[in-house]
């Protein structure tokens, strides 16, 4: 990880218009991606985690969905504001993702081959003999077996982690600057998982790319992150380098998050501590902080307004009225 | 002989699915062995924890105890009945004293019925068939008790499943299962879809039971940590069988199967300073099918301590020390 910031996310904002209301998915989003590190961004289903990302490559369905503010800077542009073919050329190319069910970007019909050599041929500009050439040796780094073999199969002829092997060589197959890995792990057993992270810390550590890994596993991230950014209700509710995440979370959420996992180098007692009620709806959310109804240390101030992000040094971030004067 | 305080004994417990057709001409009837032989005791009032990889064969134990699925071989006794041996008819009763419930509460709760609705629906199918005897309006009074007990509001019972959210699903579907008053819950990866917050949430309420009834629980998850919260004991299952059984601290002191280890080792621990540190096991290749009986160890391909005599021969289930057993050549004399 270096000091040079090569993805600015801004104030971003993602409203879904429905029946039942605005949906406000993301709501202000903002955070500095460096060159080489691993961001991660955990937070509960239906936070906001994997719309942030759509948003960064400008993937949201639209109805129902819509930027509906902010930037996201990326090499003097802002990707919100580019056209169709001018976000081709950087998707899968100096930005690529990869996804929980391998099988969602991999089509069944198409040999692996056929897959792998278009995007390497449509990005990088190589003739087909060199584009096969290096497929076979991205499956080979990414520990496919027999990878000049089995490059002429089918998606299903894979098991499950051989398929999110296969997803991340073609992710990185164009050395792009920035891998988005949106729960790459989840469907997968722990030794599965294990084998894959393995995979994408070391590859990704060799080739120099930046990782923005969205996960719902305190484990996972701090196995994996130099930084983490904790969401709740389409919101960056704290952020900062992972040790400093783990070992002084600031934001109540973050603590109660963090106490009720249960863990494996510990007996949890009796009880586990468990924080009460549940997430928000996000839809037609009032403008305080979100998570009030579950808190312990709710104040007044609380319910009327959201607290602004507030640096509490050392990297570290949080948005909540205890670290913030009231106004 | 199962001792007086065991409640549930599984012996060579087998579940094997006929696949494919029988060919025309004579060819062989294909299985998935997806039992294949397993044996555990759970005493009145413990939690047994069943972990294992996706395909190990999990959900397919539990139902093959419940009967859903009726075993290919091998007993089932609960309560010092032989389940396998049952009538259709006298297996409902039985059934009363067992009760389910499942990872996918939404999938498990009928979409057209009210939440109140469906926790009363066991006690009145097993009141029409005179199996317990309970008015309607003492079914109506317990709806709103067990309602109380799971942490759902008494108002919420006219509202339908889509109407509450994962957490709250569960514990209706908690509530459904209690209703009978059965000494048995067979919990089937029950916490695996709720998020973090949730999840400790439904984990206590299921430790809160046990203690105020003396429930009795076999608890499926493949989350290891889950696991070990949960659980007196624990049984790691891979392809089939059981390969590793032991009280709870014991396996997560000392565990012995080389698979067990690795999966222990694979397990992330939310704490980068410990995460940096430690050393896994990182086993090679996948999970293989079970698709056919293999004469060695099912472990032997991902094995990184394995023996010529593991290709050949398939290790029982033994005693490694003193209530700790393993499927494993390396424990063996
Ligand atoms: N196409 C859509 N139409 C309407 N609402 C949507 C759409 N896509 C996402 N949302 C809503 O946006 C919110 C954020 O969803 P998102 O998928 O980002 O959550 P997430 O944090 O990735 O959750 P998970 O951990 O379950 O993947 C949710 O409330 C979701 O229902
Ligand atoms: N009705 C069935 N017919 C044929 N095969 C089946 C059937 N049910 C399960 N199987 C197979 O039996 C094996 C064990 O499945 P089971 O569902 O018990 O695994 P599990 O340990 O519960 O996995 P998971 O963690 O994914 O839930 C799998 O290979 C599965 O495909
Ligand atoms: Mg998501
Ligand atoms: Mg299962």
Same mark, same amino acid.
């Given at each position: 990880m270096t000091e040079e910031i090569i993805l600015q996310v801004q104030d971003l904002k993602t409203y879904f218009h429905t029946d039942e209301g605005i949906?406000?998915?993301?709501?202000g989003v903002t955070f500095d991606l460096h060159k080489g590190e691993t961001l991660g961004i955990v937070g509960e289903s239906g936070s906001g985690k994997s719309v942030t990302n759509l948003s960064i490559i400008n993937m949201i369905p639209n109805p129902p969905g819509k930027i509906a503010g902010g930037q996201v800077m990326y090499a003097g542009k802002d990707l919100v504001k580019l056209t169709i073919n001018e976000l081709r050329s950087i998707r899968g190319n100096k930005i690529s993702m990869i996804f929980q069910d391998p099988m969602t970007s991999l089509?069944?019909? *198409?040999r692996i081959s056929t897959q792998m050599i278009e995007t390497i041929v449509l990005h990088q500009k190589l003739d087909k003999k060199t584009a096969k050439a290096k497929a076979i040796d991205m499956l080979k780094l990414a520990g496919i077996p027999a990878p000049e073999k089995r490059i002429?199969?089918?998606?299903?002829?894979?098991s499950g982690g051989m398929r999110q092997r296969v997803m991340i060589a073609m992710g990185l197959s164009c050395n792009p600057e920035i891998l988005i890995a949106d729960e790459?792990?989840?469907? *997968?057993?722990v030794t599965i998982q294990a084998q894959i992270l393995d995979l994408i810390k070391d590859l990704t550590a060799r080739l120099g790319t930046a990782v923005i890994l969205i996960t719902h596993s305190l484990g996972v991230v701090a196995g994996m992150c130099d930084t983490i950014c904790v969401m709740y209700a389409g919101r960056i509710v704290e952020r900062g380098p992972t040790t400093e995440i783990f070992d002084?979370?600031?934001h109540p959420y973050t603590q109660g998050l963090i106490k009720s996992v249960p863990r494996l180098d510990k007996?949890?007692?009796?009880?586990l501590y468990s924080i009460r009620g549940q997430p928000p709806?996000?839809?037609? *959310?009032?403008?305080?902080?979100?998570?009030y109804p579950r808190c312990?240390?709710?104040?007044?101030v609380c319910k009327r307004k959201y607290p602004l992000s507030k640096d509490v040094g050392n990297g570290h971030a949080v948005s909540c009225w205890l670290y913030t004067e009231a106004k | 002989m199962a001792e007086k305080d065991t409640l549930l004994e599984v012996k060579d417990l087998k579940m094997h699915f006929p696949i494919g /057709?029988? /060919? !025309?001409? /004579?060819g062989k009837q294909q299985y998935?062995?997806?039992?294949d032989g397993v044996n555990f005791t759970i005493k009145k009032g413990e939690t047994l924890g069943l972990v294992g990889e996706s395909g190990c064969g999990k959900s397919t134990t539990a139902r093959a105890v419940a009967q859903l699925y009726r075993p290919t071989g091998g007993s089932v006794n609960l309560a010092g009945k032989e !389940?396998?041996? !049952? $009538?259709a008819k006298d297996l409902i009763a039985a059934r009363k004293n067992m009760q389910m419930v499942f990872q996918d509460p939404y999938a498990s709760l $009928?979409?057209?019925?009210t939440s109140g609705d469906i926790i009363a629906e066991p006690m009145k199918i097993y009141a029409r068939k005179g199996l317990v005897a309970m008015t309607h309006k003492e079914i109506d009074e317990r709806v709103e008790q067990l309602m109380e007990r799971v942490g759902?509001?008494?108002?919420?019972?006219?509202?339908?499943?889509? &109407?509450?959210s994962g957490g709250q699903r569960q514990r209706i579907g908690i509530a459904r299962a209690l209703a009978l008053r059965p000494e048995l819950m067979l919990c089937? &990866?029950?916490?695996?879809? !709720?998020d973090v917050s949730i999840q400790a949430q439904i984990l206590n309420l299921f430790k809160d039971l046990q203690d105020e009834f003396g429930l009795t629980y076999l608890f499926i998850a493949h989350d290891l940590a889950v696991i070990q919260y949960i659980s007196t004991r624990v049984a790691v299952m891979y392809l089939g069988i059981i390969a590793e059984i032991s009280g709870s601290a014991d396996l997560y002191k000392k565990p012995l199967h080389p698979y067990t280890q690795a999966l222990l080792s694979a397990a992330p621990i939310p704490d980068p300073a410990i995460e940096k540190e430690r050393k896994r096991i990182i086993l090679t290749g996948d999970v293989p099918s079970p698709d056919k009986q293999r004469?060695?160890?099912?472990f032997y391909d991902r094995?990184?301590?394995?023996?010529?005599k593991c290709k050949a021969e398939r290790p029982q289930l033994k005693e490694a020390e003193p209530g700790h057993e393993v499927a494993c050549f390396l424990y063996h004399d």
């Open positions: 949906v406000k998915a993301v709501d089509n069944p019909y *198409l002429d199969q089918y998606p299903h002829q894979f790459p792990t989840s469907a *997968l057993d002084k979370p600031k007996t949890s007692g009796d009880r709806n996000v839809i037609d *959310l009032p403008d305080c902080c979100p998570f312990d240390k709710a104040m007044d | /057709g029988k /060919g !025309l001409f /004579g998935i062995y997806a039992v !389940l396998t041996r !049952l $009538n $009928n979409p057209r019925m759902l509001s008494r108002f919420f019972r006219n509202r339908y499943p889509h &109407e509450f089937d &990866e029950p916490v695996s879809a !709720l004469p060695g160890c099912y094995c990184w301590k394995r023996m010529d």
